[in-house]
């Protein structure tokens, strides 16, 4: 059973940041999601299994950094200038194969998110 745990999430205000983290009980293609109630879960950052390839959504491209630990079992998302449009429950979710997807329905397993609160 692969298990994925985040943490981190919290309140902050607009421009601060926070650190967001994703234990995982093997080495996946990574994916952080976030999600706002009534609306679709979109898709935030990935990471390429292998060769640590990242691609970014263009609402956080240059504040975000989606990174994981030498061991591969710890995903992070370093989220820097924080806007209160952030604010959203933050998933992550792992990817059996060696390339992320943007597509949520991609992803084999799922954390139980961590909720990101970005007052102004």
């Known amino acids: 059973q692969v298990q994925l745990t985040e943490s981190g999430g919290g309140l902050v205000q607009a421009g601060e940041s926070l650190r967001l983290s994703c234990e995982v009980s093997?080495?996946?293609?990574m994916g952080w999601f976030r999600q706002v109630p009534g609306k679709e879960r979109d898709i935030v950052a990935t990471i390429n299994r292998d060769d640590g390839t990242t691609w970014y959504a263009a609402a956080v491209k240059g504040r975000f950094t989606i990174s994981r630990n030498n061991a591969g079992n710890t995903i992070y998302l370093q989220m820097n200038q924080l806007k209160s449009e952030d604010t959203a429950v933050y998933f992550c979710?792992?990817?059996?194969?060696?390339?992320?997807?943007?597509?949520?329905?991609?992803?084999?397993?799922w954390g139980q998110g961590t909720q990101v609160t970005v007052s102004s």
């Open positions: 093997g080495r996946y293609s």
């Open positions: 979710a792992a990817r059996i194969h060696k390339v992320a997807n943007i597509n949520q329905h991609a992803y084999d397993y």
